[in-house]
């Protein structure tokens, strides 16, 4: 799998939020975007996910152009996403999640409250021991830690089975041994499935502790890429986002 992204530009009025940016991501990487508020990840973001259309470049999935493609139709090329708030259906149990995201990624819509109670059982469960959710099962969403929605979004995206993982703020409102954990875990599923992963994130050390490769945005243009090490030690960097960190 390969993400390729190619001179994106992306405007709001006069305000520039993207200018030219341009990077790959391939299969099994684990590349972190950060920067500074306003640096443009979360309209990159967005375009790459298809919820905004680019004002010029292109975005390929496999030497696929799907620039400006609707996310329903992303989905299934591949792409998945999870949210810097978790987003669960309170009211359903931790499995019935999972069905219910099985059942719309097998296109198998209607009456999906009622089907998802009795379909892909198994495989939901699946999904859930991948995600160390199997035993609370049987809850109901709006019951679990916030640690455990985050896991549970995850396994709604993997129902997707998707080639590339884009993860908005992934460990945002977590405990510090969470969000190790979790992205831990992200780290075990990349790696097993070959699975790319994207990921925005402010908390540094999430960053260089689990990230294969780092890209930082700064005032809408892409400023350095390349190993953690490199980019930590980059003098505009530095000067720009992480300062004496």
Do not use: W
């Not at 390929?60 to 669960?88: M, N």
């Not at 089907?115 to 198994?122: E, K, Y």
């Not at 939901?124 to 709006?142: I, N």
């Not at 700064?218 to 505009?236: C, F, M, N, Y």
């Amino acid at each position: 799998m390969k993400l390729e992204v190619r001179e994106l530009r992306k405007s709001y009025g006069a305000f520039a939020a993207l200018r030219g940016v341009s990077f790959e991501v391939r299969s099994g990487e684990r590349v972190a975007m950060i920067g500074p508020n306003g640096a443009g990840k979360s309209t990159c973001f967005n375009v790459v996910n298809g919820q905004l259309r680019p004002d010029a470049g292109t975005v390929r999935l496999d030497d696929i152009d799907v620039s400006g493609r609707a996310p329903r139709h992303l989905a299934r090329l591949g792409i998945g996403r999870t949210f810097q708030t978790a987003e669960t259906f309170a009211s359903m149990s931790v499995r019935e999640n999972v069905q219910l995201a099985l059942l719309s990624h097998r296109g198998r819509c209607g009456s999906l409250v009622a089907n998802a109670r009795c379909a892909f059982v198994a495989e939901a469960q699946a999904l859930l021991e991948r995600v160390g959710l199997a035993a609370q099962a049987d809850r109901a969403s709006a019951s679990l830690a916030y640690a455990d929605l985050k896991r549970l979004e995850l396994a709604l995206a993997l129902a997707g089975e998707p080639k590339l993982l884009l993860m908005d703020e992934p460990t945002a409102g977590m405990a510090p041994q969470e969000r190790s954990e979790l992205m831990r875990l992200v780290v075990e599923l990349a790696e097993r499935d070959s699975t790319a992963v994207l990921f925005t994130e402010h908390d540094m050390d999430v960053v260089f502790g689990f990230a294969t490769r780092v890209l930082v945005l700064h005032a809408g243009a892409l400023i350095a890429s390349g190993t953690p090490e490199a980019v930590r030690a980059d003098p505009r960097v530095r000067e720009v986002y992480l300062g004496s960190a």
